[in-house]
């Protein structure tokens, strides 16, 4: 194709896409089960009702793999096994979500652990171990492999506000992210000054700077400055 970057795509230059942008046919039947519990509170003589805990586990069919003529290679009709738990309580929350594949006889595991209070103070855990691979062998070098732990902390003090991320990488043993935000809003409730840096695994610093007017006293708007 002679397709550029400054260029718009058009039906006279189409772009063409390489062997990882294609989508294969797919005949699925997928089968689950699925459990849920249920509060019931009253506020004021009415019910309220809120979903407590939810577990899931699944497992996908593909009929078109199943049918498909191939040689020299194994037929994988059946998806990877997932589990997904989902938990929300007035003061904790957590999600995980596991996957285990069949073929390549590996699991992924990612979790989530968020303890909050009413002012919208939390501390949360992240933990998360995956593998990349291909359709018939996981790769197994270390490069490939992911295992991070990525803790965050928010808390509101009167007229700031304050919010941060870091990730850790558990395999090289070394810092791999960050970010912050810091808002500070004066009395009055019509203007707030914020101030954020991030900065992603291999990617430069990037800090941002805001002044938003709160006209209702709710939502945004202003002047930014990025770099």
């Known amino acids: 194709s002679n ?17 990882r942008d294609r989508i294969y046919e797919k005949n699925l039947v997928t089968y689950s089960i699925s459990n849920k519990i249920w509060r019931k509170r009253y506020s004021q003589g009415t019910p309220e009702y809120r979903q407590l805990i939810r577990h899931k586990i699944y497992q996908s069919y593909d009929m078109h793999e199943e049918q498909r003529q191939i ?7 059946w998806s990877e096994i997932g589990s997904l738990l989902d938990m929300r309580f007035d ?15 590996e699991t992924t595991y990612a979790a989530r652990l968020k303890f909050f209070d009413s002012r919208n103070n939390y501390i949360q855990f992240t933990y998360s171990d995956d593998f990349l691979f291909n359709n018939t062998t996981a ?12 803790t965050g902390i928010g808390f509101v003090v009167k ?5 941060g991320t870091t990730t850790f990488n558990l395999l090289q043993g070394d810092m791999q992210a960050y970010g912050f935000n810091v808002k500070f809003r ?18 430069e610093k990037e800090w941002d700077m805001n002044i938003s007017f709160l006209f209702d006293g709710k939502s945004e708007t202003g002047l930014s400055g990025d770099k």
């Not at 397709?3 to 062997?19: H, R, V, W």
């Not at 040689?71 to 009709?77: I, M, V, Y």
């Not at 790769?139 to 990525?150: Q, W």
Request: aromatic share 14%; proline share 5%; glycine share 2%.
């Open 186 to 203: 004066p009395p009055g409730n019509c203007w707030a000054f914020i101030f954020s840096q991030e900065k992603k695994t291999d990617a």
């Open 71 to 77: 040689e020299d290679k194994l037929k994988q009709p």
């Open 3 to 19: 397709f550029k970057k400054d260029q718009a795509a058009s039906n006279s230059d189409s772009i063409q896409f390489d062997y």
């Open 159 to 163: 007229h700031l506000d304050f919010s």
């Open 91 to 105: 003061n904790f929350e957590t999600n995980s979500l596991i996957k285990y594949y069949p073929y390549l006889k």
């Open 139 to 150: 790769v197994a070098d270390t490069n490939s492999k992911t295992r991070d732990l990525t």
